[in-house]
């Protein structure tokens, strides 16, 4: 809740002429109403019955042609979809509302004229092709007071005075017509609509309209209404409520209220009281908790349909004294609800993406965003008495009595923070919707009486009255004290003392250049001044609604051509419009980064997005930000802000060496604490060495030393070719600093990657180096940056492929990641890798060994051994003891034998999926001791111990016994004697005197006697055993059995 005035912003007032020309339309009879649309303008005689249609956009506005109407024209509007006339008339002290379709028919001289009541159609030429102009007599039940016309829909409303009529357009001679879709549905309107305003030897189509829904709002006295998109306003003299109104398949239950507010008055009988109702805005929800009740009246079509009502904005307004405006005369007038599309959207056949609601008092006028949350979006306040005003997507035009300014608005900055998503970001930026709006050069005329719009065409009627010199003189002297003016253009010496003028406004392109000529004399001036940046974020306002405008209706204009040829000349226009545009618009871009380089810390970063938008290389943006020779050292916060955000991210523009260099002058003098990031930019490549490491060296003297300083000093170094001073740098602190360093500033050892984990990255120079002489200390530190999240693993991964070192420092940093790394996806990815890695290398070690061919000594041997990954690593498990005797140390190959113990290691180990790794051992043999232990340490993770004993029988007998002491325990230790002992048995039965049966079956037996019974002893010796063999174990069981 606030007044008028508490929330009104600040007018600024340039010198600008929104207005290039204008042109008398020669009427006969002095106009009494006026409306426009469609490209024609509609003069109804004051006190007469006939409407005249003027073209506005031929030059001289020739009559298009003329008609008679049923009564006396109070009130009349034109409907752009269905492109049709209505008007309330009088006639013998009856008020009528009627709909005037086809009208352009009557300029072929057609003097057949249809009349029909709502929903009757005429027989005959009508039904079969609408030759002729008809009016539909639409009755009412009670006086209609205002009309309004939807321009999305082309829906007519009805105000009486306490009742609000929907009538929803309808197309019989369409094929849905029988079929009702529910309103508010934007698909119905007319594609056709738009064509019938081009020529009138169209085909016109046959409209009707059919009552929707009736609205009851007993304590409102309507006395305007308006329809926009299924948003409903309505205004009293000093109130005005918006509402949306939804439709709904569903029917209601007769418990649902269609009451939506149902407060008593508790004042309402004290008529002898004179109440003067407090100021009131509710926003929204808010809304609702007004004390204006509506309910909606059952129709009898409710089985089509039914509606619901939401509040959406409420505004009570309290009667003050104004200067030139008494108490009585303060009233709200020019009531519009006003549809914007943004660039995605075809105008006409979507909901609009903003819908906005304008409303004046006198001395105020008010601006509502409603979709996305209602919003008052600027406050405008008038020196003088207006009389009416009319909203467009660029400027606001208001009328005085002697005089027609006009406003900027702030629709444009609503509907590009709809349009683009990246608006508000560091990638895009655009003035913010409450940024205070500006009056431009007012144009001086005589007697004002209305005012209409019709794209770039302003329609005024004037009419002289009686006013004496000294108060036309006073007058004139009041408007010069706030008012930049022009003055008066030649009118018409005609006596009748009444004109009807159109004033066209220049195009958004004249008036941004002379919004950037102006803004030239602040620039001069104070380029800081407030005043240059509201005037350049004006103008970008200005460019963005022309450019919604480009967007709608150039595609429109070049559907309606015919021919190939105009078509072709159409299309060639519309994009030389776009470029000229565009081009524009990043020279505005341009001069607002230009204003926010020097901003304020409040306002400083909004420099990047518009210095991004002008599409300005860094060298330009440089050149235009070099400090006067005032302040020879002094930068801008916000080109400061633009140049670290453009170095710190990844991008393929270079810098040459001059600019680099200037560059690094430029954080020298301004933020040393940034240079050494500064110089870690890819686009820095092209430094001095020599030049910077001066500066360095001046940085480490007065801020003493630093282990991300000493780093890049040593870059330095690489770069010179100097590597005594390169190694003595490296050399000043341990490897654990040079890491933390590495994390501290990650683009010393890698380039790009700053769009996400697929990201192109390339190694730097001194990770070239590294990979050569230090590799151990890349490799940490590739670690320490995947740890802290400042790599990836497959850009790590990328790196050292570059490096050619993929077989070598790529698996070390898979091995090294493996133990400092916690996350399970990334374990096991590595594990997966290292054991395919393993595999690969013990299937070409062997195919080499076997080849006969020399064997080439391999570049250097691992980071990490088997035995230092054992003792380093969980995820790397002790050998099992019975893998030492199935395969012997140096029997193979030292690469061989390293392979071998790794990835029997990951199989004993905690870690492993023997899923996930039994489809890489099928490519090893099972023929040699190695490929043989590798499968039977899978069969025996997955618990094939009886196979497993089977097999190691079969193969390597002597490896039998460590094998069962280590995997048959616990709750396997059955297996001793259920599959161990019979095994033995009949194996050493079969071999006669083989020593290492005979020597794995005593083992066994020793082990048997520990575990069993005398009497399941006696059972496990088989029938034909020797007596004396297994006496003495039997001996052992017992003497056991007895102590126990």
Same mark, same amino acid.
């Given at each position: ?862 980071? &990490?051994?088997?035995?230092? /990954?054992?003792?380093? %690593?969980?995820?790397? =498990? @002790?050998?099992? $003891?019975? *893998?030492?005797? !199935? ?14 113990? &790794?990835?029997?290691?990951? /199989?004993?180990?905690? %870690?492993?999926?023997? =899923? @996930?790794?039994? $489809?890489? *051992?099928?490519? !090893? ?31 390597? $007998? ?87």
């Amino acid at each position: 809740m606030s007044s008028p005035r508490s929330r009104a912003n600040m007018v600024h007032v340039y010198n600008c002429h929104p207005y290039a020309s204008q042109q008398i339309v020669q009427v006969e009879q002095e106009p009494g109403l006026v409306c426009c649309g469609g490209g024609a303008l509609f003069v109804v005689a004051s006190g007469g019955c006939k409407v005249e249609a003027y073209s506005v956009e031929q030059e001289g506005c020739p009559l298009i042609c003329r008609f008679s109407t049923m009564g006396t024209v109070r009130s009349i509007q034109h409907s752009k979809t269905g492109d049709y006339l209505v008007t309330i008339e009088e006639k013998n002290s009856a008020t009528y509302l009627r709909a005037y379709t086809n009208w352009r028919y009557q300029a072929e001289g057609k003097a057949r004229v249809g009349v029909r009541l709502l929903g009757h159609l005429l027989r005959g030429a009508s039904v079969r092709g609408g030759v002729q102009m008809e009016i539909i007599e639409i009755p009412l039940s009670e006086r209609p007071v205002a009309v309004a016309c939807c321009s999305v829909t082309g829906d007519l409303l009805v105000g009486c005075e306490k009742t609000l009529v929907l009538f929803t357009l309808r197309r019989p001679n369409q094929q849905n017509l029988q079929s009702q879709s529910p309103w508010p549905n934007t698909q119905q309107s007319s594609s056709q609509s738009q064509g019938q305003t081009s020529s009138s030897n169209q085909n016109v189509s046959i409209l009707d309209f059919e009552r929707s829904v009736i609205v009851h709002l007993p304590k409102m006295s309507l006395k305007q209404v308006a329809l926009c998109g299924g948003y409903v306003a309505v205004q009293a003299e000093l109130e005005v409520l918006v509402l949306k109104l939804e439709a709904s398949s569903e029917p209601q239950t007769p418990d649902d209220s269609s009451d939506t507010n149902t407060c008593d008055d508790p004042l309402e009988d004290q008529s002898d009281l004179l109440l003067i109702p407090r100021q009131l805005e509710l926003l929204g929800d808010r809304a609702k908790d007004c004390d204006i009740p509506v309910s909606i009246e059952k129709t009898g079509l409710e089985d089509k349909g039914q509606y619901t009502l939401s509040y959406v904005l409420f505004r009570r307004f309290t009667p003050e004294f104004f200067q030139g405006c008494s108490v009585e005369e303060t009233q709200l007038h020019s009531l519009q609800l006003y549809p914007l599309y943004t660039k995605s959207q075809l105008a006409s056949t979507e909901e609009p993406a903003c819908v906005f609601c304008f409303f004046s008092l006198p001395n105020a006028g008010y601006l509502y965003s409603l979709k996305g949350g209602v919003e008052l979006l600027s406050a405008y306040q008038y020196p003088e008495k207006v009389l009416e005003a009319v909203l467009t997507d660029t400027l606001l035009h208001v009328i005085t009595k002697n005089a027609l300014q006009c406003f900027t608005v702030r629709c444009a900055a609503v509907a590009a923070r709809i349009d683009d998503p990246y608006i508000d970001t560091t990638m895009k930026a655009c003035p913010p919707c409450s940024l205070e709006v500006c009056a431009l050069r007012m144009q001086l005329f005589i007697g004002l009486r209305s005012v209409c719009v019709y794209g770039r065409h302003v329609i005024l009627l004037s009419a002289a009255d009686m006013e004496t010199p000294d108060e036309s003189e006073r007058s004139t002297q009041r408007r010069s004290r706030k008012w930049t003016i022009s003055s008066p253009k030649e009118t018409s010496a005609a006596a009748h003392g009444w004109n009807l003028y159109v004033v066209d406004t220049v195009s958004p392109l004249v008036l941004y250049r002379e919004m950037v000529e102006y803004s030239r004399h602040y620039s001069e001036t104070n380029p800081q001044a407030q005043s240059l940046r509201h005037l350049l974020s004006e103008a970008h306002l200005l460019l963005c609604a022309s450019s919604l405008q480009q967007s709608s209706e150039g595609d429109h204009t070049v559907s309606l051509q015919k021919d190939t040829e105009g078509q072709t000349e159409g299309q060639t226009q519309t994009q030389t419009d776009r470029q000229e545009l565009q081009e524009a618009l990043r020279q505005n871009c341009a001069q607002l980064g230009d204003c926010y380089s020097r901003a304020s810390q409040k306002d400083c970063h909004q420099a990047l997005p518009y210095y991004r938008m002008s599409g300005l290389s860094v060298t330009e943006v440089i050149v235009r930000n070099r400090p006067l020779p005032s302040s020879p050292h002094s930068y801008g916060l916000g080109f400061l802000f633009y140049l670290k955000h453009f170095l710190l991210e990844e991008t393929e523009q270079t810098l040459s060496q001059e600019s680099a260099d200037e560059v690094v002058d430029i954080f020298s003098q301004s933020d040393p604490s940034e240079i050494i990031s500064v110089c870690a930019s890819p686009s820095m490549t092209n430094i001095s060495p020599a030049r910077t490491l001066r500066v360095f060296q001046h940085l480490e003297a007065t801020a003493g030393v630093s282990v991300p300083l000493t780093i890049t000093m040593a870059t330095m170094m690489l770069r010179l070719d100097d590597l005594p001073q390169f190694t003595q740098l490296m050399d000043r602190h341990p490897e654990m600093l040079l890491v933390y360093g590495f994390i501290d500033e990650p683009r010393l050892l890698l380039h790009g990657g700053g769009g996400g984990p697929h990201a192109l990255v390339r190694p730097t120079s001194l990770t070239r180096q590294l990979a050569k002489s230090q590799p151990g200390l890349l490799v940490a530190g590739m670690v320490a940056l995947h740890e802290n999240n400042k790599a990836q693993l497959e850009q790590a991964d990328h790196i050292f492929k570059e490096l050619g070192c993929e077989n070598c420092l790529l698996v070390d940093f898979w091995e090294a990641t493996l133990m400092a790394s916690s996350q399970e996806a990334v374990i096991q990815e590595l594990l997966f890798r290292l054991a395919s890695v393993y595999i690969e290398r013990l299937t070409h070690t062997n195919s080499d060994a076997h080849s006969g061919l020399p064997r080439t000594r391999p570049p250097r041997r691992p980071l &990490k051994s088997a035995d230092d /990954l054992i003792n380093s %690593s969980s995820h790397y =498990g @002790s050998l099992y $003891p019975w *893998l030492t005797v !199935l395969c012997p140390a140096h029997t193979t190959s030292f690469q061989h034998q390293e392979a071998l113990h &790794k990835l029997q290691s990951l /199989l004993c180990g905690p %870690s492993m999926s023997i =899923g @996930s790794v039994l $489809p890489l *051992l099928e490519r !090893l043999s099972e023929d040699t001791l190695w490929g043989f232990s590798l499968h039977l340490l899978c069969a025996t993770r997955r618990g094939q111990f009886d196979s497993s004993i089977e097999k190691l029988l079969d193969r390597c $007998p002597q490896a039998i016994i460590a094998f069962a002491n280590h995997h048959l325990q616990d709750r396997h230790m059955a297996l001793w004697w259920k599959k161990l002992l019979p095994e033995l048995c009949n194996r050493t039965r079969a071999a006669g005197d083989n020593s290492i049966l005979l020597a794995a079956l005593k083992e066994t037996l020793v082990v048997v006697a520990t575990e069993t019974s005398p009497a399941q002893f006696l059972e496990l010796v088989p029938d034909d055993g020797t007596a004396s063999y297994f006496l003495p174990h039997l001996l052992t069981c017992s003497q056991r059995h007895l102590l126990a």
